[in-house]
């Protein structure tokens, strides 16, 4: 593992499993998909607000969870977005099997079920905890944001613009039939909520950069 570095930021410088259930309890499956939303079609959604490119934070891989739990240094306060994790050795997913993180792993299609991806937002949302797109070598940004549009047609922009920690927001992902510990968005633990997507791919694009924060893993 490599040793611990102080957070740096630099200049972008390139154009371009095993989850936790929503209450926190590991298990091998995660969240419980039901299948696709009503089996209905994704949605056109607004195309979530874009920013010019930020410097890209360069960090170690033991400093990432803190990162996504505590954000001491309030580097994601700061740039308003969430983070946008390059990781070329692979490190980042393993590390968070074994952590309090919802993890969705994108290549894995049950993992992408709009009832899965739901579930695992709202978990987060309820348990104050990360929910992470495991990407693999890929950018799948653009499934990734069709797969939770079928959700609700702006959720996209609504998890981007973090509109989704908001309880006017959270109802519009809570379903009727729900677990009444989800009912609520009062008692949800939306402070401790963040939300990531990793890659081993270390090019990264312009639209990317517009949207999110570019973390470097060394």
């Known amino acids: 593992m490599p040793p611990k570095k102080p957070t740096t930021t630099k200049a972008a410088a390139k154009p371009a499993g095993k989850t936790l259930t929503p209450g926190g309890a590991k298990s091998k499956g995660g969240a419980k998909g039901a299948g696709l939303a009503g089996g209905t079609k994704a949605k056109s959604a607004a195309e979530p607000p874009k920013g010019p490119p930020l410097p890209e934070v360069t960090m170690g891989a033991k400093q990432i969870m803190p990162l996504l739990t505590k954000d001491t240094e309030e580097i994601l306060k700061k740039s308003q ?4 994790i390059v990781d070329p050795n ?5 590390l968070l099997q074994y ?3 919802n993890l969705l792993e994108v290549m894995v299609s049950e993992h992408m ?3 899965r991806i739901r579930m695992a937002l709202l978990g987060s949302l309820r348990y104050g905890k990360p929910v992470v797109f495991d990407m693999g070598e890929l950018d799948m940004f653009s499934a990734i944001n069709e797969f939770m549009d079928r959700i ?3 959720l996209t922009n609504m998890v981007l613009t973090k509109k989704v920690i908001e309880e006017e927001y959270i109802e519009k992902l809570i379903k009727s039939t729900d677990d009444p510990d989800y009912k609520n968005a009062m008692f949800y633990q939306k402070d401790g909520f963040s939300l990531a997507f990793v890659t081993s791919k ?5 639209d990317m ?3 999110m924060l570019v973390v470097r893993v060394e």
């Open 81 to 84: 977005r969430w983070p946008y």
């Open 90 to 94: 692979g490190l980042i997913p393993r």
């Open 99 to 101: 952590s309090d993180v």
């Open 113 to 115: 079920e709009p009832e």
């Open 152 to 154: 609700h047609p702006d």
């Open 202 to 206: 270390e090019e990264v694009s312009d």
């Open 209 to 211: 950069k517009s949207k």
